[in-house]
């Protein structure tokens, strides 16, 4: 069965508003967890790492202000994308590593129109 | 800083051939390995995971190979079918989190 998992599968808004997605861990407890954006034809980019209890690290590039991650729970992340833009359309994969392998969610595909 | 290349970019061939996909790495100092498949517009399914001090792995129709030395890995698909058309993506782990190739897009013909 799944190990993380992924909520919205698919949402559409209009730019300007904001939309949160979320990541579960079902198995295991995940101080750690992580998000992928992915745009169509290129691989999979890590955006930043979610720690639980306290803030995330963002991989260069990334606007932490834009980008807002919440860790909350040992099983808990959310990615909020703040005033979306048609160029923030993109599909978002978050994951959590177990003990040699890294889990993935099923992805959320973000349309902003 | 970690650079993941895999070739070809996309690949067709008959079904039942063989194939070979390949991935290279520029920094050998890695802990793992991993194979993933992706559909069109889904997520991740992992398939292999090699180890650093492994040299392949083995899955079914799937063998992985891993030279960590030399910075390759090479995914083998036996007899394909076109169920097994879809992305395939290497990624590798260091001290960061995966690093992801390109993938390969695989179209098995009937």
């Known amino acids: 069965g799944a190990v993380v998992s992924q909520h919205p599968s698919w949402v559409i808004c209009k730019s300007g508003t904001s939309v949160k997605i979320e990541c579960r861990s079902l198995d295991f407890q995940a101080t750690t967890m992580f998000w992928y954006r992915q745009f169509p034809k290129q691989s999979l980019m890590l955006m930043a790492t979610?720690?639980?209890?306290?803030?995330?690290?963002?991989e260069q590039g990334v606007e932490k202000d834009k980008f807002l991650i919440n860790h909350a729970s040992l099983t808990l992340s959310t990615l909020t994308v703040t005033s979306a833009h048609p160029e923030d359309s993109s599909f978002y994969i978050c994951s959590v590593r177990g003990k040699d392998i890294q889990y993935f969610g099923a992805g959320t595909r973000l349309s902003v129109l | 800083k970690q650079e993941v290349t895999q070739i070809p970019a996309a690949l067709s061939v008959p079904e039942g051939e063989n194939l070979v996909l390949n991935c290279s790495f520029t920094?050998?100092?890695?802990?793992?390995l991993q194979w993933f498949r992706q559909d069109p517009g889904k997520g991740l399914t992992s398939l292999l995971l090699i180890q650093s001090s492994q040299r392949e792995q083995t899955s079914g129709r799937l063998n992985a190979s891993l030279d960590k030395s030399s910075g390759r890995s090479t995914l083998y698909i036996a007899a394909s079918q076109p169920g097994d058309s879809a992305t395939y993506l290497c990624a590798v782990r260091g001290n960061t989190p995966l690093v992801f190739g390109k993938g390969t897009r695989l179209s098995v013909i009937a």
């Open positions: 979610s720690n639980e209890g306290s803030k995330a690290t963002y």
């Open positions: 920094d050998s100092a890695i802990y793992n």
